[in-house]
């Protein structure tokens, strides 16, 4: 495949049909119905027939479904939630089934029976009858039985797959109705998912053009049918709703193919609605884990920061919470607040049925900027609803790092406010959505009506004669977000510069290293002295969307006051969904080129100034454009970790993206902080060896990385080598220093780097 090709010149339509089919089947989660465990005995061709690709008959779902294979070690990191199984990937399934095996051993016996107990619908039709091999003798074979007996007495499902997914009620994902036209062979599908939205790529291997009624596991959304081969996205002219699914009239060409889209988020209007809020409403019954609830309905409206509803890792089904509201509510989403968790990149996922009706399911982001954050936010619903009951339950994620959080607010609300508003305003940071869901005209703000009475305020006291009508007085200010820098010594530990404002950066330089620099004189960035080089890490600090000046920095740069726009603080939409969006597109774009050109421009320019390089990890959760943060440095950076169990690895990380500043920018040097590992059972622990790493390498330097940098090389002061295994990052890094024992062996790997 080159230009040699006759047909190259023609060839642009097919690789953009490719482009968008891989960019479709990139996004979002794989959606299956059924893991097979592959079994433990060796060789293992994964579910396929010895020596071929066909499917083996044990392994094999109905048309409709689909399905993973399971190897052995992920077997052990599975979990459970809500009857599913849930694999490491984030992927469920409502069924795992075990294969027909003769021999299992008693540990992979013990992990079924766990899952099992945790709530996992086991299909397992033939009990093992021994333990593999010779090392556990017969002891191990009546252990085998017994604990195959104990699986099968848990309650496993002694029936075929097909079986067992009819008698949960899981019908097929699709289903082929009727052939419209000449048609040969099944269509080949796939479906993935995301909180948004469901998209099924479905192909028909026909000779003549077709139309095909499908039937998908799908309901409450209008299909659409986009179509990679022309980029063209229509609304399915002939579909209907039955029995809680979608059938739809797909359109083949010869050898076609089509991305059958349920967007849950539509752009469908929603009336003038209620201006009333649903915390006036009274509230029925509230119930917590199924079980009526002592929580008084109204402590879930008053909107106070108070908690009122905690929720724990490994609750399960009472991480739920039901309120009835026996008037009705016309609501167009929730006001949702949540109190403590932890502050570092986590989310749950957040799914309400209203009046029985899955109507959210979406994730919700924990980290934030400084101080954890406690303001209420907005989840918009899919259209206006009339609420009767609401259920909300509350799904930890897959990390595990936390553990409980509490929930302040819930309550439906007729009022709709910017939804998302923590990545939009740079409160933290996250991918920003589009928000497609346009606002009713009660709901928002008109700029023109919006007052600015800061010089009516004498010694903190508003005097203002009030025009007749309602108003809301909002007061706007900024405060130091208290983060400090980490990790750090007691005697280092202080408070993060304003990244934003380049005196500052250059007060916090002068009052730090330009101050060994002057210790150093002449020294100071000579390579001998040690000391030529300021090199930032990964940005791990949070976020910061403020400085002083800022408001006349914004008038500067975009050439409008955001003086109006300042209710977007708040949540509060103004002149609309759009407009609200592209100011703080405006907004974000200000705060992104403060950052690169204050933080990272004016460090570079004082490590000039003292004769010193500048080294930077342009990424991480700061309010930046990562490539922008990166172009003002001598040395751009990025990382990758090393991988102790598979020497074959060909991960480099994100060195590619820091080779596009350098190769830009003609930077001579793209370096990495390179084979950095964490104490876990894949990498770390003094395991590390060169030929573990070289690959890894090898890939980083095709990437256009030309400088590594070891994490960790630790200085060792006892010439003796008394203290052993000597200084070290704590649990971090593949300690590459002389206390490995390869150390001495090392030398032509160095030379080779």
Known sequence: LDRTQTWWPLAKPFFRYQSRCQYMLQRGMFAADVLFFEGEEAPNQGGNVDGGAATRTDFSVPFGYDKDICPTDAMYALKVENGEVVVPGGVRYRVLAIPPVKAMTPKMLRQILKLRREGANVVWRQKPERAPGCSLGAKGDEEVRRLADEVFAAGVLQMTVSEALAKLGVGPQVVEVKVRGKGEGKVSWIHRYEPTADWFFVALPNRD???????????????????????????????????????????????????????????EMWGNGSRRDAETQRCGDVKVGGERSKVEGWRLADGKNDPVVKMKRGDGEKNVIQIDYPQGIPAVGLDLQIIGGDSWAEVFTLEVEANGEAVISRPIALAQSGARDTSIQFVPFPRLLTVKSLKARFKFGKTGRLHEFTVGELRPVARRRIADWGPKTFAFRRPVPEDRVPTPDDCLIRKEEVRDVSSLVKDSVLDWDVPVGEWVVLRVGSICNGRCNHPASDHGRGLEVDKLDAAAMDFHFEQYVARLCRELGDLAGNVKSGFNNILVDSFEVGSQNWTQKFEEEFMRRRGYSLRPYLPAFAGRIVGGTEETDRFLEDFRRVVADLFAENYAGALAKKCHQYGLLCSLEPYGNCPADNLQYGQY?????????????????????????????????????????????????????????????????????????????????????????????????????????????????????????
Not at 238 to 260: A, D, H, L, Q
Not at 646 to 651: L, S, T, V
Request: proline share 6%.
């Open 209 to 267: 053009a077709t139309e095909l009624d499908l039937s998908f596991r799908v309901s409450g959304c209008e299909p659409e049918l986009w179509d990679a081969e022309s980029g063209e996205i229509t609304s399915a002219s002939v579909w209907r709703m039955e029995k809680g699914r979608t059938i739809v009239r797909v359109p083949f060409n010869v050898c076609g193919s089509k991305f059958v889209v349920f967007r849950r988020t539509t752009t």
């Open 633 to 753: 440095v001598d040395i751009p950076m990025g990382e990758f970790w090393s991988h102790t169990s598979n020497p074959y690895a060909a991960d480099a990380g994100n060195a590619k993206f820091v080779s596009y500043i350098a190769h830009v920018w003609g930077r001579r040097y793209c370096a990495t902080e390179s084979f950095t590992a964490s104490p876990s059972a894949n990498s770390g622990r003094w395991m590390t060896t060169p030929f573990g790493i070289k690959h890894q390498s090898d890939r980083a330097f095709a990437d256009g990385v030309n400088r590594l940098i070891y994490h960790r090389f630790t200085h060792q002061p006892w010439a003796d080598d008394k203290y052993l295994p000597g200084m070290t990052m704590g649990r971090w890094g593949m300690h590459l220093d002389r206390t490995q024992t390869w150390w001495p062996l090392a030398k032509p790997f160095f030379r080779y780097q």
